[in-house]
């Protein structure tokens, strides 16, 4: 299992309707996501800067490469685009981050 952590940017004002939106989180893009390896999916809010904080374990063998081409997957970055910083096609901007510390 690897972890890996990334920031997105949630619009000012939004983070009740984010909140409010995972917690009724689809179905089929939870099975998408476990399918693709993903378990132990956290996201973290720091409501100074509107940052989004995701920490996720994937399996050595994971299929997180193939997760934009899903048609779920899509239609939740279309939901999603309204309330937080995007690409031109509806992903989230993800920043990958660097691990610098480390407590087993």
Do not use: C
């Amino acid at each position: 299992m690897e972890t890996i952590a990334l920031r997105m940017n949630l619009h000012p004002g939004q983070a009740a309707e984010y909140k409010r939106r995972h917690d009724e989180i689809w179905p089929e893009l939870a099975y998408v996501l476990k399918q693709a390896g993903v378990s132990d999916y956290s996201i973290f809010l720091d409501e100074e800067t509107h940052h989004l904080f995701a920490v996720l374990k994937r399996s050595e063998n994971h299929g997180m490469d193939d997760i934009p081409e899903n048609e779920v997957v899509r239609r939740w970055w279309d939901f999603m685009a309204d309330i937080m910083e995007t690409n031109a096609d509806n992903s989230p901007v993800e920043i990958p981050l660097t691990k610098v510390f480390h407590l087993p």
